[in-house]
């Protein structure tokens, strides 16, 4: 899994640095500078590899460091849209200062 997690990363660097792939699922997209996502999109883009199942991914994600190690680089992953489940959720990779600015309004 600890793999997975390093992929996520690279991912996220490559998303903040403007390289976006071409070949996205519809679940995930840029709209103007921020990344929006689904968790079971994003973990089925991810894991080409079978590195561990959709369950293990999102119990990952939610122990994790992602915001933290995000932040060091000005981002961090928050919802946009919430739904009455989870998977159904979607998140986008934010700049740290629209995310503040947010939670000051």
Known sequence: ???????????????????VPVALPPEMKRIGSDFCFTLPSLYRYLNDDEHCSYLQ??????????????????????????????????YGLLP???INLNCRL
């Open 1 to 19: 899994m600890q793999k997975m997690y390093q992929s996520l990363i690279e991912f996220f660097e490559e998303i903040i640095n403007g390289q």
């Open 96 to 98: 740290l200062a629209r």
């Open 57 to 90: 991914f999102r119990s990952q994600i939610y122990q994790s460091t992602l915001n933290t190690d995000l932040a060091q680089l000005g981002w961090a992953v928050d919802i946009v849209t919430a739904a009455d489940h989870v998977d159904q959720t979607v």
